[in-house]
């Protein structure tokens, strides 16, 4: 039977010593590594995963595909002012804050993010329910940073989103921060061009691919992360309305629609 088999990213074996799997995860990756070997295609969301395929598991790169994903279609539409200011409302939030959406996992760089905002005095809302859950230690790290920078009151966490909701929050914010180290993707960033949200995007792996007219900064730098919110914060309106319509045009270009056919086209080239 011909397989086709999609892996979004290879982030944990292009960081092994940040993700330690022990006996079992190694295993079971040596037997994952062997099945994939036999397959004909591997579909990923983008050419920096591709690269990572290629190089962890020696698969041929002509049968590879990065087919890129795109934002839901419910962030097209505008929330009025009424749902807006009922979301702002229901989650307690200020005029002006800095969004961070998504996990905890080392690749996110919180610990960088809300090192590099200390100096800022925008709040910091972080979206996701692991911010939330304490039994990850990444989320007592994080807890505990927060704590020794004395940023409480600086940093909102109001756990899992709606989508719905989530439309508003973009919508509200002065910028999504995406300040990865690395990326299979990167969703969050063409959610908030879609939503008319500046983006301030770290310049490296997938991100670098989909960050189109984000602010690009360096994810290893808190001057360089701190710079990149203050180039936000100092536009001028005009400047801002030009930026978000370049995100706007930019994110044109994904769609649900090319995910679907380019996906087909890869199974059907399977199947002969």
Avoid at 106 to 111: A, F, L, T, V
Avoid at 226 to 237: D, H, M, N
Wanted: proline share 6%.
């Amino acid at each position: 039977h011909p397989t086709v088999v999609t892996v979004h990213d290879l982030i944990p074996l292009v960081f092994p010593d940040k993700f330690p799997k022990g006996v079992r995860g190694t295993v079971k990756w040596q037997l994952q590594k062997a099945l994939l070997k036999n397959i004909d295609s591997i579909i990923t969301d983008s050419k920096s995963s591709k690269a990572d395929i290629e190089r962890i598991v020696g698969f041929d790169k002509e049968k590879i595909y990065p087919i890129y994903l795109a934002p839901s279609p419910l962030y097209d539409r505008i929330p009025t002012k009424e749902t807006v200011v009922s979301v702002q409302k229901k989650y307690n939030l200020p005029e002006c804050f800095l969004l961070f959406v998504g996990d905890v996992n080392w690749n996110k760089n919180i610990p960088g993010l809300i090192k590099a905002t200390a100096s800022i005095s925008i709040p910091l809302v972080l979206v996701g329910k692991a911010f939330l859950d304490s039994s990850l230690s990444e989320t007592r790290e994080i807890n505990s940073i927060i704590s020794s920078l004395g940023r409480e009151k600086f940093i909102i966490r109001p756990g899992y989103v709606t989508d719905s909701d989530l439309v508003c929050l973009y919508e509200m914010a002065t910028c999504l921060i995406q300040p990865s180290h690395y990326e299979g993707f990167g969703l969050p960033v063409l959610e908030a061009f879609v939503s008319g949200c500046p983006v301030v995007v770290a310049d490296n792996s997938s991100l670098s691919e989909i960050a189109g007219p984000g602010i690009r900064v360096d994810a290893q730098s808190y001057e360089s992360m701190i710079k990149g919110i203050q180039t936000v914060l100092e536009l001028s309106k005009e400047k801002r309305a030009h930026l978000i319509e370049k995100g706007h045009v930019w994110v044109k270009q994904f769609s649900w629609k090319k995910v679907a056919c380019k996906t087909v086209a890869v199974y059907e080239k399977a199947l002969g």
